[in-house]
C-alpha cells in the first residue's frame, strides 16, 4: 500500500506531489485490480486540474459576490463574512479516506456484509467540496431588544438567506445539485429540501451546525459546496468541541471501527483505515513541503494549500447600525 505520507519529505511542491502520489496510485490500482484506489486517484486528479487551471476562480468569486451585496441591502443590520477557498491536499486524503472507513463501517453495521466495490467508489465521487463557499451570519448585541432571543433571530435569518440561495445562484450559472440524503430538512422550503444538508436539524458529531447545498458551476464545468452557518456555529466547528474536542475521541471511535472489522476482511476498509491514521499521527514539524512551514500541529505557516486550504475570498459586512435596535 502507498500512502500521501510517503511524499511529503522532499521538498517538492503541493502539485508535483500530487501528481506523483496520484500516479502512483493509480499504478498500484491497475496492478492490484483495485476499482476504490483508482477511483481515489482520479479524484486527487480533480484536484490537479483545478489548482493548475483556476483562473475561473476570479469570475466565479464575483458572481458569488453578487449575493453578498444581496444580502448587505436586504439585511444590512446583520453582521457577517463570505469565506472562499480551495481544499487542502491533506484534507481531502483524510476526507476520502475517512468516507470509505465510514461507509463500509455503516453498511456493515446495518448488514453484516460489505459493500461492493461499485457502492464505494460512488462514496468517493460524491466528495465535490474542492471549492467550498462559507457565509456566516451574526445579528448584533446593540440591534437585540430586552426580551430577543438571538439564538432564534438569527436562525430565522439564515434559512430566509438558504431559501434565497438557490434561486439566486441559479440565475447566474450555478446549478443547484441533489443532496442525495434521505432524511430532507423540515424547515427549508419544499422546493430547496432536495438540495440541502440540514446539519442544524440533526447536528452531526460533537454538535457541528451548519447548512450545506451544492451546485454545479456550468461556467467553469466545476462543483462547489456553499456551508451557511451563524457565528455561534462558525465558532464551534472552527474553535470549539466541534473542532478540537475530537482528536482523543475520534481516536476511539477510529479503534472500535478497527475492532469490528478485523485486519484481512476488507482490502478497500484496511487501506482506507491505514491510510487514515497514517494522517493523524503525521507531525507536520518534520514535513518537508515547498511553501509550507511548521513549529508544531498548532503552529502552521501553510503558503502552499498542503494543510489549511487556499483562500478565494474574503468579504466582510459590519453592520451599518451599531446604535439602532432592528
Same mark, same amino acid.
Given at each position: 500500500?502507498?500512502?500521501?505520507?510517503?511524499?511529503?519529505y522532499?521538498g517538492?511542491?503541493?502539485?508535483?506531489?500530487?501528481?506523483?502520489?496520484?500516479?502512483?496510485?493509480?499504478?498500484y490500482?491497475i496492478?492490484?485490480?483495485?476499482?476504490?484506489?483508482l477511483?481515489?486517484?482520479?479524484?486527487?486528479?480533480?484536484?490537479?486540474e483545478?489548482?493548475?487551471?483556476?483562473?475561473f476562480l476570479t469570475?466565479q468569486?464575483?458572481?458569488?459576490?453578487e449575493?453578498?451585496?444581496?444580502?448587505a441591502d436586504?439585511?444590512?443590520?446583520?453582521?457577517?463574512?463570505?469565506?472562499?477557498?480551495i481544499k487542502?491536499?491533506?484534507?481531502?486524503e483524510?476526507? *476520502?479516506?475517512?468516507?470509505?472507513?465510514? +461507509?463500509?463501517? %455503516? =453498511?456493515?453495521?446495518?448488514?453484516g /456484509?460489505y459493500p461492493? !466495490? #461499485?457502492?464505494?467508489?460512488?462514496?468517493?465521487?460524491?466528495?465535490?467540496?474542492?471549492?467550498?463557499?462559507?457565509?456566516?451570519?451574526?445579528?448584533?448585541?446593540?440591534?437585540?431588544?430586552?426580551?430577543?432571543?438571538?439564538?432564534?433571530?438569527e436562525?430565522?435569518?439564515?434559512?430566509?438567506i438558504?431559501?434565497?440561495?438557490?434561486?439566486?445562484?441559479e440565475?447566474?450559472?450555478f446549478?443547484?445539485?441533489?443532496?442525495g440524503?434521505d432524511?430532507?430538512?423540515?424547515? *427549508?422550503?419544499e422546493?430547496?429540501?432536495? +438540495?440541502?444538508r %440540514? =446539519?442544524?436539524?440533526?447536528p452531526? /458529531?460533537?454538535?457541528? !451546525? #451548519?447548512?450545506?447545498?451544492?451546485?454545479?458551476?456550468?461556467t467553469?464545468?466545476?462543483?462547489?459546496?456553499?456551508?451557511?452557518r451563524?457565528?455561534?456555529?462558525?465558532?464551534?466547528?472552527?474553535?470549539?468541541?466541534?473542532?478540537h474536542?475530537?482528536?482523543?475521541k475520534?481516536?476511539e471511535?477510529?479503534?472500535a471501527r478497527?475492532?469490528?472489522?478485523?485486519l484481512?476482511?476488507?482490502?478497500?476498509?484496511?487501506?482506507?483505515?491505514?491510510?487514515?491514521?497514517?494522517?493523524?499521527?503525521?507531525?507536520?514539524?518534520?514535513?518537508?513541503?515547498?511553501?509550507f512551514?511548521?513549529i508544531?500541529n498548532?503552529?502552521?505557516?501553510?503558503?502552499?494549500?498542503?494543510?489549511?486550504?487556499?483562500?478565494?475570498?474574503?468579504?466582510?459586512?459590519?453592520?451599518r447600525f451599531?446604535?439602532d435596535?432592528?
Amino acid at each position: 500500500m502507498i500512502s500521501l505520507n510517503d511524499y511529503l519529505y522532499n521538498g517538492d511542491t503541493v502539485v508535483k506531489i500530487l501528481h506523483i502520489y496520484s500516479q502512483d496510485l493509480k499504478k498500484y490500482a491497475i496492478d492490484n485490480n483495485n476499482g476504490v484506489d483508482l477511483a481515489h486517484s482520479n479524484c486527487l486528479l480533480q484536484m490537479i486540474e483545478l489548482l493548475e487551471h483556476n483562473d475561473f476562480l476570479t469570475a466565479q468569486s464575483q458572481r458569488i459576490r453578487e449575493f453578498y451585496k444581496y444580502m448587505a441591502d436586504r439585511y444590512p443590520f446583520l453582521a457577517f463574512t463570505f469565506k472562499g477557498r480551495i481544499k487542502s491536499l491533506i484534507r481531502l486524503e483524510e476526507k *476520502i479516506n475517512g468516507n470509505i472507513v465510514e +461507509y463500509i463501517y %455503516d =453498511y456493515h453495521s446495518q448488514t453484516g /456484509g460489505y459493500p461492493s !466495490e #461499485s457502492q464505494i467508489k460512488n462514496r468517493i465521487s460524491r466528495i465535490k467540496d474542492l471549492i467550498a463557499y462559507r457565509i456566516v451570519i451574526s445579528l448584533p448585541q446593540c440591534h437585540l431588544k430586552p426580551d430577543d432571543n438571538r439564538h432564534d433571530l438569527e436562525l430565522g435569518y439564515l434559512y430566509e438567506i438558504a431559501n434565497a440561495l438557490p434561486d439566486f445562484l441559479e440565475e447566474r450559472g450555478f446549478e443547484p445539485e441533489i443532496s442525495g440524503i434521505d432524511e430532507q430538512s423540515t424547515t *427549508i422550503k419544499e422546493e430547496n429540501r432536495p +438540495y440541502y444538508r %440540514d =446539519y442544524i436539524e440533526k447536528p452531526r /458529531g460533537f454538535g457541528y !451546525e #451548519s447548512l450545506h447545498i451544492s451546485f454545479f458551476d456550468n461556467t467553469s464545468r466545476s462543483n462547489i459546496e456553499v456551508q451557511i452557518r451563524t457565528k455561534e456555529m462558525d465558532d464551534n466547528a472552527e474553535i470549539g468541541p466541534a473542532n478540537h474536542l475530537g482528536y482523543e475521541k475520534h481516536q476511539e471511535k477510529e479503534r472500535a471501527r478497527r475492532e469490528t472489522i478485523p485486519l484481512g476482511e476488507n482490502v478497500f476498509f484496511d487501506d482506507a483505515y491505514e491510510r487514515g491514521m497514517m494522517l493523524q499521527q503525521l507531525e507536520l514539524n518534520k514535513v518537508n513541503v515547498n511553501m509550507f512551514g511548521a513549529i508544531d500541529n498548532s503552529l502552521v505557516n501553510d503558503g502552499c494549500g498542503l494543510y489549511r486550504g487556499r483562500l478565494i475570498l474574503p468579504y466582510e459586512h459590519l453592520s451599518r447600525f451599531q446604535n439602532d435596535l432592528v
